[in-house]
């Protein structure tokens, strides 16, 4: 019955995420990516991990995507965006080809090698709120953190092209 859901949902997500890449309008884009988040909440709810369903929900589909769409309005970015073509282009096209590559071989390596008979061996404790925060603000405060400041920069960043748009 959970496949008859998951697939859907799966496919769902998938277009979604397509139409964020292929979408013209940055609105556009950041509306499927809202929606591809919260196919990806309804999937984590499809897998008994309904906290990491409300954290993606709150945090990425609420906030973070409220701060995209803020950033999106204030840049106030036309519907005429074209690309420009210059010779760097395809040396850094070539360059993440090859780390794609790269990723997709060490993938394949890693799952070759290992054993999906046995179910993992997972703790009462796991996925619990108390469980998270701890390990949140314990072993991964320096990744929270840093994260934080890059949010942080970037919509300052915004804020200083959009004001030099306006003078």
């Known amino acids: 019955m959970e496949l008859l859901i998951f697939y859907p949902l799966g496919g769902l ?7 964020v890449v292929f979408n013209n309008s ?13 196919g990806l909440a309804a999937i984590f709810v499809l897998l008994q991990a309904h906290f990491l ?3 993606q ?13 803020f950033v999106i309005m204030l840049l106030n970015l036309k519907q005429d965006l074209t690309w420009k073509t210059r010779e760097r282009n395809l040396f850094l096209s070539i360059l993440t080809g090859l780390m ?6 060490k993938f394949i390596e890693i799952t070759v090698g290992t054993n999906f008979d046995a179910p993992a061996d997972v703790p ?6 108390a469980e998270v925060g701890a390990k ?12 934080s400041i890059l949010l942080l920069a970037a919509m300052v960043g915004a804020v200083v092209l959009a004001k030099s748009k306006l003078d």
């Open 13 to 19: 997500c998938l277009i979604l995420a397509l139409g």
């Open 124 to 129: 009462d404790t796991f996925g619990t709120t």
């Open 100 to 105: 794609v590559a790269g990723v997709l071989y």
């Open 53 to 55: 369903a409300i954290l």
């Open 136 to 147: 949140l603000f314990t072993d991964y405060v320096l990744p929270f953190e840093v994260a």
């Open 26 to 38: 940055p609105v556009g884009s950041a509306v499927s990516l809202i929606g591809m988040m919260l």
């Open 57 to 69: 929900v709150i945090i990425y589909a609420g906030a973070i995507m409220v701060l995209f769409m």
